[in-house]
């Protein structure tokens, strides 16, 4: 199994990663998926703890270039980016065909009623069984008892989870007993899909450059997780492509 710095990566596609999500909502399986990026990686190497959540995920795929481009260089050549934001649209055109209802969990106010208007203008037979958006303060145990109760109420399948990391990914942990349906963590794609927040061109994500674009969007938000994030993951993995190198030399060699 793929893994950089601790983190497992699977090797997915979007078809192969709405057909798995499929096939788990078919069978009565619940869980959740992270598309993980360099943040979420290093989160995992400062918290263990974050890090057994992510790696108990039912899929993680790679969410940014960096993670891509890591993973070729670790033998994984076919290895493409599966994002979070984009992931949930192709789900969104998916259960259109599917019949299954959708949930949206996260952001604000504002932005979840610009976002279900502009999914509804794109997919017009989505069909989407609630929303909430969550204070900002850490939850009680009785509000995620009640985020879940609420939610396995709805008969939502697919659960759009909008809380950035590492808090959609520990609420996702914390509901996964409780919601029967497949959670999603998707970052900042409430924002972006809505409107509210620019998402950064094509080309500066093929390039590896997104980081740059929402840093100079969110300077003061994001200049701690990108300045020292960024770097250190740049060395960290260099050690791990170094060692293994090395060992597949020695393999070879022997």
């Known amino acids: 199994m793929p893994q950089i710095l601790g983190t497992r990566i699977d090797l997915t596609t979007y078809d192969q990663a709405c057909d798995r999500i499929k096939t788990w909502i078919e069978s009565g399986e619940s869980g959740y998926v992270i598309p993980a990026n360099v943040h979420v990686v290093m989160t ?10 992510v790696n108990e995920a039912k899929l993680v795929t790679a969410d940014g270039m960096p993670l891509v481009w890591g993973l070729r260089l670790l033998g994984y050549e076919k290895s493409v980016r599966v994002y979070g934001p ?24 504002r932005v979840m009623e610009q976002l279900t208007i502009n999914l509804l203008n794109h997919y017009p037979n989505l069909a989407i069984a609630g929303s909430h958006c969550p204070p900002f303060r850490p939850l009680s145990p009785e509000e995620y008892q009640a985020d879940g109760d609420r939610i396995r109420a709805s008969g939502a399948k697919i659960i759009f989870v909008s809380l950035g990391c590492p808090k959609q990914e520990e609420w996702m942990y914390q509901q996964r007993q409780r919601i029967n349906g497949i959670m999603l963590g998707v970052g900042a794609a409430f924002n972006f899909h809505s409107g509210h927040v620019r998402q950064a061109p094509r080309w500066m994500m093929a390039l590896g450059l997104e980081w740059l674009f929402r840093l100079s969007q969110e300077p003061r938000r994001l200049a701690g997780r990108y300045l020292i994030n960024n770097p250190l993951f740049l060395i960290l993995f260099a050690g791990q492509w170094l060692h293994a190198t090395c060992t597949r030399r020695k393999v070879n060699e022997e």
């Open 44 to 53: 995992g190497v400062w918290q263990p703890r974050f890090q057994t959540m």
């Open 86 to 109: 984009d992931l949930m649209l192709a789900l969104c055109a998916k259960v259109t065909e599917w019949g299954w209802p959708i949930y949206l969990y996260g952001s604000e106010p």
